[in-house]
């Protein structure tokens, strides 16, 4: 899994974010953020952006983020990949995440990320 790269990912949620802010920051002040979670605040605040939309998206966010922290943790260095052929490390980010086991980490992640994507989708494309 690609937690910045991958659906509804850190950067699916980042572009949301830029996007609003490219649209709408010359009205809105709060938009001029370099922090996406402030940025996606302020898009709800500007009713730019659905409450639930916002909380999704800032879910997922957040899950990439710490999951990347913890991979960083295990590995001794930067990766956005979860590791997928190393039961150990992957294992490892489980338990330093604090899940029960790895398919709970997974399915988590999984739905989160589907979730923040649905939004991506509808915010970008008008998909519903």
């Known amino acids: 899994l690609h937690t910045k790269l991958g659906p509804g ?3 699916d949620v980042e572009w949301v974010a830029q996007l609003l802010q490219l649209q709408h920051a010359h009205d809105v002040p709060g ?6 979670l402030d940025a996606l605040d302020a898009a709800v605040e500007a009713r730019l952006l659905d409450a639930d939309d916002a909380e ?12 990347r922290g913890a991979v960083m943790l295990v590995r001794g260095r930067a990766s956005d990949l979860l590791p997928t052929d190393h039961h150990r490390e992957r294992s490892a980010v489980t338990r ?3 899940y029960p086991g790895t398919g709970d980490l ?3 992640y999984r739905r989160c990320t589907r979730r923040a994507r649905a939004v991506v989708d509808r915010v970008f494309y008008g998909a519903d």
């Not at 938009?31 to 996406?36: A, G, H, I």
Request: some cysteine; hydrophobic content about 50%.
């Open 96 to 98: 330093v995440l604090g």
């Open 31 to 36: 938009l001029r953020t370099t922090r996406t």
């Open 56 to 67: 999704v998206l800032a879910e997922s966010w957040c899950l990439a983020t710490r999951i």
């Open 9 to 11: 990912g850190l950067a």
């Open 106 to 108: 997974l399915e988590d």
